[in-house]
């Protein structure tokens, strides 16, 4: 257990339904990250948020909206996906320190856009 | 923008035998992270190196940071099978450390019994 949860493991959507992933985060970390992970493909990094505020987007398509009510949950709304979203997504959170902070990931989701 | 690369993308080493994983950086970094991601796992992180030329030893693993600060090395001596997995190497990109880190493509460990 990293202290970083995420739900759900897996999720099948179709490329019209609407869902939200979730990340809670146990550590009282103040930074908080989703990361893409495809098949054959480095870690991509989607979403910073440091102290509740997004620092980061890194040029994800609108279709991908992330929200962070407070340091410790993150979202990650998805809507009107593509067959080619289809990845692992990763939540990570840190302790902003200014000298190389390390992540803590989450489980993941696997998600399968259909 | 910055890239890291990792070689090589996949190593099969038999139990017992020695394996090294390589990540060369385009730019130089001010520190440089390594992960492990077992198989169906998240990655977790094992390192940081900060100064040029460190070396770090945990157990058998060995990671050492080049003297420009551009490059690291992983070596595992004597593998075993709990060592399987993804090793990534992974340094900050943007010009702060705020978790804006770049990963390597990482390097797939397998090993036979």
């Known amino acids: 257990e990293t202290g970083v949860t995420q739900t759900p493991r897996h999720l099948v959507m179709g490329m019209t339904n609407k869902k939200s992933l979730k990340c809670e985060q146990h550590l009282g970390h103040n930074a908080m990250y989703w990361y893409k992970q495809s098949a054959k493909k480095p870690l991509e990094l989607m979403f910073v948020?440091?102290?509740?505020?997004?620092?980061e987007n890194n040029s994800v398509p609108s279709r991908f909206s992330p929200e962070c009510p407070n340091s410790s949950h993150l979202f990650l709304h998805l809507h009107t996906l593509q067959p080619e979203d289809s990845a692992l997504y990763l939540c990570?959170?840190?302790?902003?320190?200014?000298?190389?902070?390390?992540?803590?990931f989450g489980s993941g989701t696997q998600l399968s856009v259909l | 923008g910055q890239q890291v690369m990792q070689i090589p993308q996949y190593q099969h080493v038999q139990e017992g035998e020695d394996f090294t994983t390589y990540c060369n950086s385009s730019?130089?970094?001010?520190?440089i992270q390594w992960y492990k991601q077992r198989p169906g796992g998240h990655p977790v992180f094992l390192i940081q190196l900060v100064k040029s030329g460190e070396v770090k030893k945990q157990k058998r693993l060995t990671f050492q940071f080049g003297e420009a600060k551009k490059n690291s090395s992983l070596h595992i001596t004597a593998t075993q099978t709990t060592d399987v997995g993804t090793y990534f190497c992974?340094?900050?990109?943007?010009?702060?450390?705020?978790?804006?880190?770049?990963f390597g493509q990482g390097t797939i460990l397998t090993v036979h019994p």
């Open positions: 948020y440091n102290f509740k505020e997004q620092t």
């Open positions: 990570a959170s840190s302790q902003l320190t200014g000298t190389g902070e390390k992540l803590f």
């Open positions: 992974a340094g900050p990109s943007g010009g702060t450390s705020y978790g804006k880190l770049t």
């Open positions: 730019t130089t970094l001010s520190n």
